[in-house]
């Protein structure tokens, strides 16, 4: 759990609580200053908007099973990549 050191929070820190925010992991105090920079931001609102979007689409992905030929081809591509060929 992190600590927020001051009365404001700057966008910065934000970014770097969001986590501890959407898991509820922030203190009530630490919440409260998230919360209060957010009605500020508008910035900071719209990325915890996404962050959240990004959240639940994430959760609707599936995992497909590649055709063997594909997945050999994405292989030998990043082994090439890899080796600097």
């Known amino acids: 759990m992190s600590s927020v050191p001051?009365?404001?929070l700057a966008c910065k820190e934000l970014v770097e609580l969001i986590t501890?925010?959407?898991e509820e992991?922030?203190?009530d105090e630490?919440?409260?200053r998230f919360e209060d920079h957010l009605v500020m931001c508008g910035g900071c609102g719209e990325y915890l908007?996404?962050?959240r979007s990004v959240i639940g689409l994430s959760r609707k992905l599936s995992e497909e099973p590649l055709a063997e030929?594909?997945?050999d081809e994405l292989l030998t591509i990043f082994r090439r990549?890899?080796?600097g060929s």
């Open 6 to 8: 001051s009365s404001d």
């Open 20 to 22: 501890d925010y959407l």
């Open 25 to 27: 992991a922030l203190s």
């Open 30 to 32: 630490d919440r409260t």
């Open 49 to 51: 908007r996404q962050m």
């Open 69 to 71: 030929s594909v997945r």
């Open 81 to 83: 990549w890899k080796s």
